[in-house]
């Protein structure tokens, strides 16, 4: 079995299935290590009732080959899970990429040895792999969050978590079920697991803002609309700063009148989906400006809901809406109006312990069959977290980063040369349409590896005076905004001991990759390129 390579690769979602493409292109011997038994990443694990892309399909794709783009043909506005892993594996067919994927095989170390410059990837099974570059692709809501629950070992019925749902079915029909978590994966399992279970708790720590999908099929009109024109769509798209071509307000919400705002708010309602909160300029950068949008989406929500006493339960007052990632729905609100049922609220009746037979909260105690736990990610420095990354001189990834992580431009971090990171902390990543993130990194660590090819390169490595000018830079652009008003998975909050920093950059997909480029053309201004033992730099002249 080979076991050297010239790359590889850690994960065979859309990031690491797109980077072994570009590592063909140039012509390197690539291995990709994946856990999962098939393509996806998160699409793979994600399979709970309900999981579906708050981006539409249309999308929510990739854009790097046209045949691809045309041939595809997606069914619905936002397409399901299992729609969305069809396409993995069409893309996965279509480009031959299994070949060079090592499926069921956990990355567990990734250590560099100084002397040989060559990174050493060992799986959980034991199998070591060589290789002169390294690309983490694993993702940045790829680590499942279990919950610290007193007693949760104990139970004697099934637990399942959203974001690492069984691959076989799951019967939840007449079954008392009880859910903790009211974030995206919460507000989309919930309908799905009312229509089926006898009896439905949710145990709601948190409410959050949602606004309905709208999701419907596609109709073919739609469908060709965009095929005529996708490239010149895709451009668009990129020059929005989530990656998105969406329906931006320019206006601030507090320089129209009352009666304008309220009529685009239910505009964008009617329209649905997460562009609500593009309506105005400065929803995200304003308090009063955010709260005229917060109170519109409250005011719903208590028309939905038929019991007042729930739907105050259910309004969210303790965040701006969009400060935390704003979910997008199919009648969720409704469903806590069905007899089957329960809205818990963990605030007022805080979680004692799950025993046996169920969890009690307050003083009362819910006999359940099944918890499914929907409670998020470690989300953008998970999946690292878990493999133990070894830099030069025995640096660790944790050691370096046990005050929050420190990148440059979220690609590289200084001590860990030749390795680099798709959608990595301090880039857009989770504010954006990801696979428009994802690719960009992606072309961008194909850009350089073709410059350092041609050098006969060595190495390159972030220089630590680069990463902190960009670590400084991308806490400021959090800092003019409302993002840091919440305490979200953004700022790492959600996990115990994770230091709270603020970690994607919120400058958007176009300033981002503007400087991205501005880097690249200016011979990789902050990186650090190594011959032999000498700089680099110097050798420009001789290509
Ligand atoms: P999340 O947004 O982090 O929500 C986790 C939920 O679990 C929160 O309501 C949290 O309450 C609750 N929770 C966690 N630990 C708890 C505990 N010990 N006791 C009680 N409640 C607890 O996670 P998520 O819903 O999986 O979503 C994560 C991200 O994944 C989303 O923001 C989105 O970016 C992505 N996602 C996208 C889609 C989509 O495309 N439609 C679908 C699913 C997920 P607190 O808020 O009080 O901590």
């Not at 011997?29 to 539409?56: H, I, K």
């Not at 685009?264 to 997460?274: D, H, K, L, S």
């Not at 006999?367 to 001189?393: C, N, P, W, Y």
């Amino acid at each position: 079995m080979t076991r050297k390579f010239d790359i590889i690769i850690v994960g065979a979602g859309f990031a690491g299935m797109y980077m072994l493409y570009k590592a063909r292109e140039l012509g390197l011997s690539a291995l990709v290590l994946e856990t999962a038994g098939g393509v996806g990443g998160t699409w793979f694990w994600n399979r709970y009732p309900g999981a579906r892309c708050d981006v539409e399909s249309m999308q929510y794709s990739y854009s790097f080959c046209e045949e691809l783009q045309q041939e595809w043909q997606w069914s619905e506005r936002y397409a399901s899970q299992p729609e969305i892993l069809k396409y993995a594996n069409h893309v996965a067919d279509k480009f031959y990429l299994r070949r060079d994927i090592r499926f069921n095989s956990r990355a567990s170390s990734a250590i560099f040895h100084d002397g040989e410059r060559v990174w050493q990837l060992s799986t959980d099974d034991g199998e070591h792999y060589y290789a002169k570059w390294c690309v983490m692709a694993t993702g940045c809501l790829s680590a499942a969050q279990r919950p610290n629950i007193p007693g949760l070992g104990t139970f004697k019925g099934e637990i399942y978590h959203t974001g690492n749902w069984p691959q076989q079915p799951v019967d939840l029909s007449g079954r008392k079920i009880g859910v903790i978590g009211t974030g995206s994966s919460g507000i989309q399992v919930v309908p799905e697991l009312a229509k089926l279970a006898k009896h439905l708790y949710v145990f709601q720590r948190t409410p959050n803002f949602s606004i309905p999908a709208r999701n419907q099929p596609i109709d073919s009109a739609y469908e060709a609309e965009w095929k005529q024109s996708y490239a010149e769509r895709r451009t668009a798209a990129r020059n929005m700063p989530a990656g998105i071509l969406s329906d931006i307000g320019t206006n601030s919400a507090l320089a129209v009148s009352p009666e304008d705002r309220l009529a685009e708010y239910e505009r964008r309602w009617a329209a649905g989906g997460t562009g609500f909160t593009a309506a105005y300029s400065d929803l995200l950068k304003n308090e009063d400006a955010n709260g005229t949008a917060a109170e519109f989406v409250r005011k719903k929500i208590r028309e939905v809901v038929t019991d007042p006493a729930v739907a105050n339960l259910l309004a969210p007052v303790d965040h701006p809406i969009g400060s935390k990632r704003i979910c997008a729905d199919t009648d969720y609100f409704a469903t806590f109006n069905r007899q089957n049922v329960t809205l818990v609220d963990l605030r007022a009746n805080p979680l004692q312990e799950v025993s046996e037979h169920g969890l009690t909260a307050g003083s009362q105690f819910y006999e359940l069959d099944i918890f499914v736990l929907a409670t998020g990610f470690d989300a953008i420095t998970g999946a690292l977290s878990k493999i133990d990354i070894v830099g030069r001189q025995a640096l660790t990834l944790k050691e370096k980063w046990q005050d929050g992580p420190n990148t440059y431009l979220g690609l590289m971090t200084s001590g860990f040369p030749n390795l680099f990171i798709v959608t990595g902390p301090g880039s857009p990543s989770v504010l954006t349409n990801v696979i428009v993130a994802i690719e960009d990194n992606v072309n961008w660590i194909a850009g350089c590896l073709a410059y350092l090819m041609t050098r006969d390169a060595q190495t390159i490595e972030a220089m630590a005076s680069a990463e902190q000018g960009w670590i400084e830079h991308v806490g400021q652009a959090a800092e003019g905004t409302l993002y840091t008003k919440a305490k979200s998975w953004y700022l790492g909050v959600n996990v115990l001991g994770k230091p709270a920093v603020f970690m994607p950059y919120v400058g958007g997909v176009p300033a981002y990759q503007k400087i991205c480029e501005e880097v690249e053309a200016d011979s990789y201004r902050g990186f650090d390129i190594h011959a032999n033992r000498d700089s680099v730099h110097s050798l420009q002249v001789v290509a």
